[in-house]
């Protein structure tokens, strides 16, 4: 894939974290012009003011991250909840609103949710986290086929095992019990690396993918839900 994102603008948020300096370094390969916002959006006006400051976008990368509580389901308390949602689904809606009435109004633009396969799995101690991912996807799917007819694709990538400072820093890699479970649970044998699965994101905002809507796409190494 070579070039396949001349000419359009995309704004990446969180991108000093999670996948947003792969995300950044490869769309700029492919020819995109990329706004890289590093705010917070956690507040209820900070959704609109990055992409407002964004100017005219094409396509809107929704990178959110926030470190995943390890609370056994029965000890997980409202602050809690209250703060990992307020990362991770909050602003989710805020960004669509902010972004998607102008590609409904040229009706052309993109939006690619990064999300987690934790949602598609049970995992002990990651109730919250789990919950929180599970509603981005969510709301990809429900939001995605009311876009559909307007000419914007809404799709997400559910991610689990890929190669990211947020999730998989080096002292988790290096860990003899991680390169177990590694073993033990990924088919692949190894992560995914940050590169791929930035290559297949840009695919998923590039033209190409335009028949792909309300989509939830794993990138997670072989590992599957069970």
């Known amino acids: 894939m070579q070039n396949a994102l001349i000419g359009q603008r995309v704004l990446v948020t969180q991108a000093g974290d999670f996948m947003g300096p792969v995300l950044c370094e490869v ?17 209820p006006d900070a959704a609109r003011r990055v ?13 959110l991250a926030f470190e995943a509580p390890s609370t056994p389901a029965l000890d997980v308390g409202e602050p809690e909840w209250r703060e990992v949602f ?14 998607a009435p102008a590609m409904v109004a040229r009706r052309s633009g993109k939006v690619l949710v990064i999300g987690s396969a934790s949602a598609l799995r049970g995992i002990k101690r990651a109730s919250t986290y789990s919950a929180a991912r599970g509603a981005q996807l969510a709301y990809v799917q429900a939001v995605g086929v009311e876009l559909a007819p307007h000419n914007v694709q809404v799709n997400a990538i559910a991610q689990n095992f890929v190669d990211n400072p947020t999730y998989f820093p080096p002292q988790v890699q290096a860990n003899p019990r991680f390169q177990e479970r590694l073993a033990r649970e990924v088919p692949l044998g190894r ?17 190409a993918a335009d028949c792909f809507v309300g989509q939830v ?10």
């Open 27 to 43: 769309f700029a390969e492919q020819g995109a012009e990329v706004i890289a916002s590093t705010d917070a959006l956690a507040e």
């Open 51 to 63: 992409v407002d400051g964004a100017g005219r976008i094409d396509v809107l990368v929704a990178n």
């Open 86 to 99: 307020a990362a991770l689904v909050d602003p989710l809606p805020r960004l669509v609103g902010a972004a």
């Open 191 to 207: 992560l995914v690396s940050a590169r791929e699965d930035a290559m297949f994101a840009a695919y998923l905002c590039s033209r």
């Open 217 to 226: 796409f794993p990138v997670c190494g072989g590992w599957v839900a069970r």
